[in-house]
């Protein structure tokens, strides 16, 4: 007698050998990051590298709220493009400015605009441990222009529906698989340039 598909496919399952979520979660985490984040995107948003011309040197973060889009100028005239939730009507912040510090798991502090609008955050008023259910995500790059934070961070977003819309209270944040590569790639002092929308 052969073995239909179904009960195949259900051993397998039994015995771990299909891959499951978890499974495509990122190692050495203290919370799970899945790569599979990526597929809940829209295509466009996704992760490339795409040419890009500009007159910023390599290594330089550019942020086109207009379109929805953060590149890494890489140099030769291509960057990594990834996509990006961007802030509110009246929320985004423009300008230069550099990442003076950079935060895996960050906490998160409500501001007085998330406590008016979402009074039951008045719990995390002196702050929210990093975790899965923190809205700074997996990493934090945080602006600074000069000494002076600007208190607009790049960060981790905990709903991959968020990118590509004006959802945020002025930052800019990027799928957790995405954010955790683009940390990797950049050092403190990295210039960062927040354009307007076109």
């Not at 195949?8 to 039994?14: E, H, I």
């Not at 809940?40 to 086109?64: L, M, S, W």
């Not at 975790?131 to 208190?151: E, F, H, I, K, S």
């Not at 529906?161 to 957790?176: F, Q, R």
Request: aromatic share 8%; glycine share 12%.
């Amino acid at each position: 007698m052969g073995i239909s598909r179904r009960t195949l496919v259900t051993s397998m399952l039994a015995s771990g050998l299909v891959a499951s979520r978890k499974a495509l979660a990122l190692s050495g985490e203290p919370f799970p990051v899945f790569e599979s984040d990526a597929e809940a995107i829209p295509y466009k948003f996704r992760r490339r590298v795409v040419d890009y011309a500009t007159a910023e040197p390599p290594g330089t973060v550019i942020v086109d709220t207009g379109q929805k889009f953060l590149y890494h100028v890489e140099g030769n005239g291509q960057a990594t493009r990834y996509g990006v939730g961007v802030g509110k009507a009246g929320r985004t912040w423009y300008g230069d400015a550099t990442i003076g510090r950079k935060e895996k798991w960050p906490i998160w502090v409500p501001t007085p605009e998330h406590l008016a609008e979402f009074p039951q955050m008045a719990k995390w008023v002196h702050g929210m441990p990093g975790g899965r259910d923190n809205p700074m995500g997996a990493r934090a790059l945080y602006l600074y222009q000069g000494d002076v934070d600007t208190v607009i961070r790049i960060h981790g977003a905990i709903k991959p529906t968020l990118i590509g819309k004006k959802t945020t209270a002025g930052c800019i944040s990027l799928i957790n698989i995405d954010i955790i590569h683009l940390y990797d790639r950049v050092e403190l002092g990295t210039k960062v340039v927040i354009l307007p929308p076109a």
